[in-house]
């Protein structure tokens, strides 16, 4: 009875450090100061500068469309694909290595990483005007 309790204790707390992955989807992207949209060639550059800043590797797969990794502590891996246009950005979750993911649940850490990744991408964007 012991061995089933605390079983279930463990299952239970490592319940509490996952939720649900959270993509961010047409998300609309600041305009410039003079309300013009910014040209694509400024948005992947905000976007392969914010990566770098943020620890994330990016690849670009071609125009509009970036994959970007990032390694924590040696051990724990995220994949995301961040695709834009003009007016618009996405960042999908795409793969990940030990963060506990299961059943559209991953480590709480990966919605803050990608906040924090979609965050820096509209401050790069924010400096270029």
């Known amino acids: 009875m012991k061995k089933i309790l605390i079983l ?3 299952l239970n707390l490592s319940a509490c450090r996952t939720t649900a992955i959270h993509n961010i989807e047409q998300q609309l992207l600041p305009s410039r100061l003079d309300g013009q949209a910014y040209e694509l ?3 992947k550059v905000a976007v392969m500068k914010a990566c770098q800043l943020k620890g994330w590797v990016p690849r670009v797969q071609d125009d509009g469309s970036v994959l970007a990794s990032i390694l924590v502590r040696g051990t724990h891996e995220a994949t995301v ?21 299961s059943d559209g649940k991953i480590h709480r850490n990966y919605n803050r990483w990608v906040n924090n990744l979609y965050t820096t991408i509209t401050q790069q964007l924010k400096m270029e005007s």
């Open 8 to 10: 279930l204790m463990v």
């Open 81 to 101: 694909k961040i695709s834009y246009d003009r007016q618009y950005l996405n960042i999908i979750y795409v793969d990940s290595q030990n963060l506990l993911q």
């Open 41 to 43: 060639r400024e948005v």
